[in-house]
């Protein structure tokens, strides 16, 4: 079957940085997706990655190692805002997207 | 405001009642798909739409249907709601299949 594994829930410090992991097995791999998703909204595009390496975007990076089933979004310099939940999705070989449950981020002050 | 929109915003409904979800995007996005969402579970997709006039079944089509007569909307029907069928609704879009999907606000239906 398809899996995707994320923890469910981390704590960070405001101004800090935190790695979210990301583990996954699949049909296929046609790119792996990272989203953001404050509490009672839709999920937003984050990062996209398809071939190896890390993809940055300001504070927010992205890391995939297709021969491990690995990825993780690193967040530095750490806000409030950024209390959210993350989830990891993988486009398979039907080019379908198939999501982690996702990982809660708490921030502390 | 290009986007996707989606109604209602929250529904009550009653088990055994019809009812069709609706999402509209006007940014001419060829591909429309339909997500829900519980608590503790990743999304799973129920029904997709490659482009008009065709529709796929995803991981979890059953109690399900959809149509898309054409590009700008995707409406979700519920036959015969059941309470199972209580969860976070979510539509999305994208360009084609293999481009990023963008999601609209979302539909909260409870099904008694």
């Known amino acids: 079957g398809q899996n995707i594994d994320q923890p469910t829930e981390m704590t960070a410090t405001e101004g800090a940085i935190v790695q979210i992991n990301c583990t996954y097995q699949?049909?296929?791999?046609?790119?792996l997706f990272w989203y953001q998703q404050h509490a009672g909204e839709a999920p937003t595009f984050l990062s996209y990655?398809?071939l190896d390496g890390l993809e940055e975007k300001g504070r927010f990076s992205s890391f995939l190692s297709r021969s491990k089933g690995y990825s993780y979004l690193l967040l530095k310099e750490l806000q409030m805002k950024d209390s959210a939940s993350y989830l990891c999705a993988v486009r398979d070989s039907n080019y379908q997207l198939i999501w982690g449950a996702g990982t809660k981020l708490i921030i502390k002050p | 405001i290009a986007g996707i929109t989606q109604a209602p915003t929250s529904q009550i409904l009653a088990a055994g009642r019809r009812m069709t979800l609706r999402c509209t995007q006007d940014?001419?996005?060829?591909?429309m798909y339909w997500y829900r969402q519980d608590l503790g579970l990743g999304l799973r997709l129920i029904h997709y739409?490659?482009?008009?006039?065709?529709?796929g079944k995803g991981e979890v089509p059953d109690g399900y249907s959809v149509s898309r007569a054409n590009t700008d909307d995707f409406p979700l029907t519920l036959a015969s709601a059941v309470p199972s069928q209580t969860s976070v609704y979510f539509c999305?879009?994208?360009?084609?299949?293999?481009?990023?999907?963008?999601f609209g606000p979302g539909t909260r239906l409870t099904v008694l």
């Open positions: 990655n398809v």
């Open positions: 739409s490659n482009t008009a006039g065709t529709t």
């Open positions: 940014m001419r996005h060829n591909a």
């Open positions: 699949t049909s296929g791999f046609n790119g």
């Open positions: 999305a879009s994208s360009d084609s299949e293999a481009d990023t999907q963008y």
